[in-house]
């Protein structure tokens, strides 16, 4: 049984957490206690049906004002897959939480309601989960039962968004047409909707192909901790120990070390258990290297014909998370990129990119909480840099505020130079 | 494993955790001063510290564990607990509910609960030492606040969470940057769920205290919830007391942690009843979750974990 990660996006109108309650609670994820504490919530307030938002809605706030605050983790497992969910809100002032949602996602759940079709909403939630490189997108065609199951309805809507995922490049997109409200083709295929050929939801998510898209090609790895025990069992015992980002590392292989530059070979991949053979992503692991070299954290491992950029100047993508702040050129931030951490000036603001229209305003002169921009940045220190298409653990970073210590920008590598 | 087989290959979902845990672990190991490892002998503290364990393997845990002590512990946990921390080699650190009272730092509340007024000692406890990233077992699946609680959860210097105002975390970058006073909060298990953590247990063949499996135990009944007789519950004259087979889910403070009738007295059994089970784990057995609908989150914005 592997994890599968998936992103939901939508608005409450769209029935999102009814479909997650209707996941949870076909699947038995939902407990007596839990559903229990629904219904007389729901009751209490005079509510004519239980309220499955309820279920997913966590903070007083949210449910006092009847909307969702912030991404909430939900966890369920069939006998296939363990999954779990981030639940990001669908308004436009939170592209903030489904760009945190998407960046560890497998995949992307983007809902529509049928009788409204592809809305600003739709475009800008799909734009993101590419814009995150989300390997899978499934579009949810909901309230099905309410265009009487119509499969006009629902060919018009897939076509629409076909053409637009095209501008997008998404490498997967699977549609299905489910009313959350009564079941039809989540958890099993509807009687509803003959027409329909695919699976349900929930057999798509089971069985999606995830495996390959890790990158098994590019070997990194980013060092965390040198491991060096203070004890005469283990006195000349130095290891690196860190999650591998990338490929794979074999006991003998030839490495570099980044950004020194020296190289050696791997002396043995060690887990707590011992010796292993091999390494991959997203193992934590502890290399050992053959020679003495002086290696730290902010550290890169990686092989000698393959090598990420070592650069203290990037292009990239920048979603700014900051309510305070605005991003401009010139301002100058801590950088988090992988194990390493250095101060970056913003060069330039090359474009802000309007992600309705995804027309690109040159003349923009900063970035403000949930808009998207490129910028140029250069950092005091190189970092081991791919492009965020390549690898999404070495093309990601993070930009923190020095003053307010707060995470205020993500960053996508677009390009080292 | 031959090239072609590896682009095919999958970790196991305990594997996939693991590693993540362990990724968590290190980076704060290696960008704190002062951290602590919350450690009570539970079995979410217990995975934690078999977690610690695997992340510096061969170098001992290099931080100490604190636990919090209410006075009103079962003596089975309190019992691994001490021997855990001596075979691991680390320093125990006991912040006393019972001392706080005895000193006036902290009035008891006259039903006997000491559940809140843990929270000022834990905060009291933790200033003294100056910790300024505390690793706690916490799960995203025991309750609707912590749902929404980060990995690296900040916290001001009152030790107060504030929901609203928390850091996007994105990727596997975190963001453990502090004032003086604030402090980090981390949750290396926010991605399991309780039966991962029993799987896990099972895996690692992990020694839990001998209270999470059943055994026959004198037991009153409040409101639908089995607590333990003994020096802690003291049975009321309209209570009856009757032997049950019993197991702790959980394990707290035994005022408030009550047991449930069970069977499994074997690891298989145990996941084979978590598996099957209908209802949370906190709402069958913590009475202190039962007061509002947003008691957690209540306690939270407190400073409690």
Known sequence: MDILRFATAGSVDDGKSTLIGRLLYDTKTVFADQIEAVERVSAERGEERVNLALLTDGLRAEREQGITIDVAYRYFATPQRKFIIADTPGHIQYTRNMVTGASTADLALVLVDARKGIIEQSRRHAFLATLLQVPHIVLCVNKMDLVDYSQEVYNAIHEEFKAFATKLRIPDLTVIPVSALNGDNVVSRSENMPWYEGTSLLHHLENVHIASDRNLIDARFPVQYVIRPQSDAWHDYRGYAGQVAGGVFRKGDDVIVLPSGFTSKVASVETADGEIDAAYPPMSVTIRLEDDVDVSRGDMICRPNNQPEVSQDIDAMICWMDEKAELRPGAKYAIKHTTRTARTIVKDLTYRLDINSLHRDESAGSLRLNEIGRVVLRSTQPLMADEYSRNRTTGGFILIDEGTNRTVGAGMITEAR | ?305
């Open chain 2, 1 to 305: 494993m031959a090239d072609a087989e590896l682009s095919n290959y999958q970790l196991s979902q305990l594997d996939l955790l693991e590693a993540e845990s362990i990724h968590m672990f290190r980076e704060v190991i290696a960008e704190f001063e002062r951290p602590v490892l919350m450690f009570s002998g539970g079995k979410d503290s217990i995975v934690m510290l078999k977690l610690a364990q695997r992340a510096f393997y061969p170098a001992n845990i290099p931080m100490p564990v604190l636990h919090v002590d209410t006075g009103q512990n079962f003596p089975e946990v309190l019992e691994l607990r001490d021997r855990l921390a001596a075979e691991l080699n680390l320093q125990l650190i006991v912040g006393s509910v019972q001392e706080a009272i005895d000193n006036g730092s902290v009035v008891e509340p006259p039903d006997g609960t000491r559940n809140r007024i843990q929270t000022p000692v834990l905060l009291e406890t933790l200033e003294k030492h100056r910790f300024q990233a505390i690793f706690g077992g916490a799960r995203r699946d025991e309750d609707k606040a912590r749902a929404k609680e980060r990995v690296y959860s900040f916290r001001d210097e009152f030790g107060q969470w504030d929901p609203k105002n928390q850091r996007p975390e994105l990727w596997s970058l975190y963001n453990g940057r502090t004032h003086v006073g604030e402090s980090i909060r981390v949750f290396p298990l926010s991605n399991w769920t309780e039966l991962d953590i029993w799987t896990y247990i099972e895996h690692e063949d992990i020694e839990l205290p001998s209270i999470y499996y059943a055994h026959d135990r004198e037991v009153v009944d409040r409101g639908g919830m089995l607590f333990a007789v003994n020096e802690f519950i003291v049975p009321k004259a309209d209570e009856k007391v009757v032997t049950k087979r019993v197991r702790y889910r959980t394990v707290g403070d035994a005022t408030l942690t009550a047991a449930v009738e069970s069977d499994a007295d074997t690891i298989d059994k145990v996941i084979e009843e978590v598996a099957s089970t209908r209802v949370t784990e906190r709402g069958a057995t913590r009475g202190d979750d039962k007061f509002s609908e947003a008691s957690m989150e209540d306690r939270k914005r407190e400073g409690y974990f």
